[in-house]
């Protein structure tokens, strides 16, 4: 039986052409959320619905909407408890309510390309779709670092918490495997006084680096020590998640009193926020002088959705997205290094308004200032189409930082760059047909967006 085609963009004309050139270049996937302990033990993936349902935010938000309890997908559940047969069919009996989103795109994509499943999945397949994923997760050709392979993924960095022992990162350096997987700082845990158990945060980073950290220029020798150990296992780029954007620069006989008393937890919210925002300018200073480049999400709010947050804890698919004000808010600092020839800075953000009132412009000015591509609610193909009309005329195409799929999915990540590569050609054709470019200025621009962009913007090719 053959396997049905996936839904997806479909490409002809000059757009066809233009896609030819580029799907089969190498992926890279410079930011994101796997877990680089699949690559250290290279074991066989979990059963299907640990795999593809349970921990993907995009599918459970949306059952979540239409009354489907999350313990009936095993959210909350020990694995050993969970039914993953059962879960795939509360997940095939709701199959049609993704009809129109990207996941659907992605997930078909995945049953039918990456897996090979011969059937459309459906409420009275799901038995069916459930065996055939099983059985090609127990084939030892379908384990990690294979599947690296088999999707041409020229490197991958996957974010890791500052305080990370980085153990999986030095198993896979020492197996002698060729697979290029490295970290990315995220020190969230550190520099944002709101965050739970920010205190024990700075105390174990006292311990892992064996610093004074009573002082707050202590405190910024073990982040660098830190930052150092990453940069040691390849890492060429820090993350920062912004709920609500906002940088400073603060006299130093303030920043040590705040700093004095975020070590005992003891600050209000204004302080906690005025903290935050000056370390983020330490932060991007850092980036000037070691040379990592800085990413900044911004506008998320944060579990919605208390009753599921109380229940589940964070990530539960209630986060929304709001209106960022990146002017005011990164003032204080691009002031400080955003003319720095040695600093980078790629940002995202959920308010698709910014991208022509803001952030274009801004990309457009600041030589340090990077535009990532369209971001979580965005990451569809009539987001793409949205960003390229808002940003390119004023940031031009130079100042873009090319596609990263931002997944904890791993088996989507194929997918998702096809879809954008898709979006590219059909972006550039219709530049074509506009008189906006000529074939050959498309032909140039398009490998650049596809891969080659990403590598520049995040350093990737500075070792």
Do not use: K
């Not at 993953?84 to 994509?109: C, K, N, Q, Y």
């Not at 999945?121 to 779709?129: G, I, K, P, S, W």
């Not at 998640?241 to 006299?251: F, G, I």
């Amino acid at each position: 039986m053959s396997r049905p085609a996936p839904r997806i963009a479909t490409v002809t004309g000059d757009a066809a052409g233009i896609f030819e050139a580029i799907c089969a270049l190498p992926i890279v996937s410079p930011h994101g959320h796997c877990d680089p302990a699949w690559w250290a033990e290279d074991a066989a993936f979990p059963d299907p619905a640990a795999l593809i349902v349970t921990p993907d935010h995009y599918l459970f938000r949306m059952l979540h909407s239409l009354g489907v309890p999350l313990g009936e997908i095993g959210i909350g559940t020990a694995p050993a408890d969970r039914d993953s047969a059962a879960i795939f069919r509360v997940f095939g009996r709701h199959w049609d309510a993704f009809l129109g989103t990207p996941t659907r795109m992605w997930l078909e994509h995945t049953f039918h390309e990456v897996i090979g499943v011969d059937v459309e999945f459906a409420e009275d397949t799901a038995d069916a779709v459930h065996e055939q994923v099983a059985a090609w997760l127990r084939d030892p050709a379908n384990r990690p670092r294979a599947l690296f392979d088999r999707f041409g993924l020229e490197v991958l960095a996957t974010t890791d918490p500052a305080l990370s022992t980085l153990a999986a990162h030095e198993t896979i350096a020492a197996s002698g495997w060729g697979g290029r997987i490295v970290p990315t700082f995220r020190p969230d845990d550190l520099i944002d006084p709101a965050r739970p158990g920010h205190p024990e945060a700075i105390r174990t980073l006292a311990e892992m680096t064996d610093t004074d950290v009573t002082t707050h220029a202590g405190f910024l020798d073990a982040i660098r020590a830190r930052r150092a150990a990453f940069r040691a296992r390849g890492a060429t780029a820090t993350d920062h998640d912004v709920p609500r954007l906002m940088t400073a620069w603060l006299p130093r006989a303030e920043i040590e009193a705040l700093h004095a008393r975020a070590r005992t937890g003891d600050l209000s919210s204004g302080e906690a926020a005025a903290f935050h925002g000056h370390m983020l300018t330490e932060m991007a200073q850092m980036a000037a002088d070691d040379g990592m480049v800085m990413q900044i999400h911004a506008g998320s709010t944060r579990s919605t959705n208390r009753a599921l947050a109380d229940r589940f804890g964070p990530d539960m698919g209630a986060d929304i997205p709001r209106a960022t004000n990146w002017v005011e808010g990164l003032d204080a600092l691009l002031n400080r290094v955003g003319n720095d020839p040695r600093f980078r800075l790629i940002v995202f953000t959920l308010d698709e308004g910014a991208y022509a009132r803001e952030l274009a412009p801004m990309a457009g000015h600041w030589p340090a200032l990077r535009l990532g591509p369209p971001w979580w609610f965005h990451d569809s193909l009539n987001g793409i189409r949205r960003y390229f009309d808002r940003v390119v005329e004023t940031a031009g195409y130079r100042n873009l930082a090319g596609f990263n799929d931002d997944t904890r999915a791993f088996l989507s990540i194929p997918a998702r760059h096809d879809l954008w590569r898709r979006g590219v050609a059909l972006h550039l054709a219709d530049q074509i047909g506009r008189g906006v470019l000529r074939r050959a200025d498309a032909d140039r621009i398009a490998p650049l967006l596809a891969r080659d962009l990403a590598i520049e913007a995040y350093r990737l090719g500075d070792r």
